[in-house]
């Protein structure tokens, strides 16, 4: 009887149901045959989402140029990466423009798509898929010319005294 008054006579009854439980969201998704969201096999990035992706991934891929220097740097002494760097030129001449290329592009779309990124954070100005579009187009396009003319630069050869 107190538990009648409680209401925990209801609460022991609820308990002891017998009705199946409701299925969760996936066991309902399941049963459409559907997916549950866009996957990236049926659904078309546009070139906007590509571009803030290969910004993302080109700064995973300075990240790890980074580390590897620093640690040859660490591992081999101050002029290992140097001489590692100055061995392959003289064992591939013929590579350097394109390893320079190679460099110097994911560095350059990097720090384009993060000015244009922190321009967009600052201003909120821009924020549209045409000017989007466009920026995507044109960072690709100056990344392209800003990494074609670092490859084709070449500093001084250092001195043979500055070496020792």
Partial sequence: VKMMRLGLGRLASR??????????YTERMDKTGRPVSPHLTIYRL???AWSSVTVRITGVVGSGLAVVIAGTTLVGG?????DIVE???????MLVMPAKFAIAWPLTYHWL????HMYWDLTAKGFNNITML???YGIVAATTAISA????????????????
């Fill in 15 to 24: 308990r002891m149901s017998t009705t199946p439980a409701k299925p969760t």
């Fill in 46 to 48: 546009p070139l906007i």
């Fill in 78 to 82: 101050g002029e290992c990466a140097s």
């Fill in 87 to 93: 061995s392959g030129v003289a064992a591939f001449p």
């Fill in 113 to 116: 798509g993060n000015m244009r």
């Fill in 134 to 136: 466009h920026t995507s």
């Fill in 149 to 164: 003319g670092l490859a084709l630069y070449s500093m001084p050869a250092r001195s043979r005294e500055s070496k020792k």
